[in-house]
């Protein structure tokens, strides 16, 4: 819940100034889809919205639908994300209905896992990660889908999963979609997400299961986001 009409404009402009070739996805409050749709309209910068309801339409009041989001030009979405779950109770079917949604309507999900620190120092990182995934492993198609894994502990926290702890999270979520689609876990994209910035992003991109990062705060940057990306492009 960042950002306003002058202030989208100006990050965006600033972010267009700042050429990569990395692939980037811009993910604005639901109510500024349409005016960052038509700032980035001619540029290789995507939309996406931050969550979406899983009903196609009707008396959902607040809410959006994928439908909505693809009309004004939106190509991708963010389910599930650790704050949906945590401040706002969403549990693991409405997580797989609204991918379910996001698809149908022809949305790339970017679809959230992630373990609180207490789950992590229990050792249960793995059964959590997995308990998170199953039902969407065996329910959408898995090479329309992007997986990110963002540790909860490590989310606006300021401390970040060494890369050796989120590439072994990241390993066993292609293995988990292995199991069900091998050509699948071959080409998705796992994304990284906690505390990512400009001075850890190289290290963590050296990581051969780590595919990108799902920004937080450093997005709001420019420059510092765009660091990021050239980053992911290097590697």
């Not at 198609?141 to 606006?156: K, N, Q, T």
């Not at 780590?210 to 450093?218: K, N, Q």
Request: glycine content about 10%.
């Amino acid at each position: 819940m960042n950002g306003g009409w002058s202030e989208n404009e100006d990050l965006v402009r600033e972010l267009l100034a700042l050429p990569s070739t990395a692939e980037r996805v811009v993910c604005p409050p639901a109510l500024y889809l349409a005016q960052v749709a038509e700032l980035i309209r001619e540029s290789d910068i995507s939309l996406g919205a931050q969550n979406i309801d899983w009903h196609d339409a009707g008396a959902f009041t607040g809410e959006i639908s994928a439908g909505m989001v693809r009309d004004v030009g939106g190509t991708h979405v963010i389910i599930g994300h650790s704050e949906r779950r945590a401040l706002f109770g969403e549990g693991l079917s409405q997580c797989l209905e609204k991918t379910k949604a996001a698809i149908a309507e022809g949305l790339t999900p970017i679809f959230c896992v992630g373990e609180t620190k207490a789950e992590r120092d229990s050792g249960n990182t793995r059964r959590v990660i997995s308990t998170q995934l199953v039902d969407v492993i065996e329910t959408v198609p898995l090479d329309r889908m992007i997986i990110a894994y963002e540790p909860v502990w490590a989310i606006g926290t300021g401390d970040v999963a060494t890369p050796e702890q989120a590439e072994e999270v990241h390993r066993h979520i292609r293995e988990q979609v292995g199991k069900k689609d091998r050509g699948a876990a071959l080409t998705m994209r796992i994304l990284y997400g906690g505390s990512v910035n400009a001075e850890n992003a190289a290290g963590l991109f050296e990581r051969a299961d780590i595919d990108g990062a799902l920004v937080g705060g450093a997005s709001l940057k420019a420059k510092v986001f765009s660091a990021i990306c050239c980053a992911a492009a290097d590697k």
